[in-house]
């Protein structure tokens, strides 16, 4: 069971990078998911996620408008397409399986797998 995160980088504010997130070992359809970021200094938080049935979504407020999560469940892979990226957004992004998701919040409790870094800077 392994997901691996791919697609960070150092971008200009205002550009945009997209993040994938392969599955293996499982079907990501089944489950809750979840991108996450930790910045530097700070407490890993939700980004944007998806229920199981894809009944719910959520999105931080700091990233609303911005930042777009899908699945691709043919690939079983998952994406976030970021644009307009501030640095703020700098931080170690991870991906998870088995979130737990309402339209309000999205937490996961698991073991985390590698992320990838983006970077936003002129």
């Known amino acids: 069971v392994q997901l691996q995160a791919s697609g960070g980088g150092l971008v200009q504010p205002g550009g945009s990078l997209r993040l994938s997130c392969a599955a293996s070992?499982?079907?990501?359809?089944?489950?809750?998911i979840g991108w996450f970021r930790q910045a530097p200094g700070k407490e890993r938080e939700g980004v944007a996620c998806?229920?199981?049935?894809?009944?719910?979504?959520y999105y931080a407020d700091s990233v609303k408008g911005r930042f777009t999560i899908s699945r691709d469940n043919a690939k079983n892979t998952m994406y976030l397409q970021m644009n307009n990226l501030k640095p703020e957004d700098t931080a170690v992004y991870y991906c998870?399986?088995?979130?737990?998701?309402?339209?309000?919040?999205?937490?996961?409790?698991?073991?985390w797998g590698q992320g990838t870094q983006v970077t936003v800077s002129s």
């Open positions: 070992g499982f079907t990501l359809a089944d489950y809750a």
């Open positions: 998806f229920s199981d049935s894809d009944t719910f979504t």
């Open positions: 998870a399986a088995d979130a737990t998701v309402f339209s309000t919040y999205c937490l996961y409790s698991g073991s």
